[in-house]
């Protein structure tokens, strides 16, 4: 490979983006493992991309701070709920999950249907725009990302339990869902 036709000033962005959403989506993917709840990621990143969409429903303007709070809000939410099914009903916690997935995947499309860019929307949410990351966007995700692993190397999340757990989940996947998308945010 030619090392020296690489591009930084288009490549740099996109990779240190990449870098960011690794921080801590490896470390919450492997208690997701131990955990043996595999889909909550995905689930909780389909209610964050949720939020997003309910917030463009109601006409916030895109990449807006109020965007955000709408994605972390929703993703929040769903954090408490994974809490509650988990406490009230451990051997089907995974089905809930894709339950939940499965809900949130249709509101989604509902709150889409009546939009003519509706589809186009959807696109840049479930596989995301990470090539064209701005410096904006990467300062935000560097400070949620710094936050959670500082969190998670000083064993806040574990202290908080069940809910830290998801509630850390829900700000990292929602850092990171408008730029690698749904399912490379759960899948990181």
């Not at 895109?62 to 809490?83: E, F, I, R």
């Not at 690698?180 to 945010?185: D, T």
């Amino acid at each position: 490979m030619n090392w020296t036709a690489l591009d930084w000033g288009i490549l740099g962005l996109p990779l240190l983006a990449g870098l960011l959403v690794l921080a801590t989506h490896v470390p919450l993917g492997r208690q997701v493992l131990d955990r043996g709840i595999v889909f909550a990621d995905l689930a909780i990143a389909q209610i964050a991309g949720l939020g997003v969409i309910a917030a463009d429903a109601l006409g916030l303007p895109d990449g807006g701070l109020a965007v955000q709070a709408a994605a972390v809000s929703a993703a929040l939410l769903g954090a408490l709920l994974l809490t509650w099914t988990e406490r009230r009903a451990p051997q089907q916690q995974e089905a809930l999950i894709g339950v939940i997935f499965v809900l949130a995947a249709c509101a989604g499309l509902l709150l889409l249907a009546g939009n003519p860019h509706g589809g186009e929307h959807l696109k840049d949410l479930l596989v995301g725009q990470i090539l064209w990351v701005d410096a904006r966007q990467l300062a935000w995700l560097a400070v949620v990302s710094a936050l959670l692993v500082a969190a998670m190397s000083l064993g806040w999340v574990q202290r908080a339990g069940r809910f830290g757990f998801y509630g850390a989940f829900a700000l990292a996947v929602t850092a990171s869902v408008q730029l690698v998308g749904v399912y490379r945010c759960s899948r990181a």
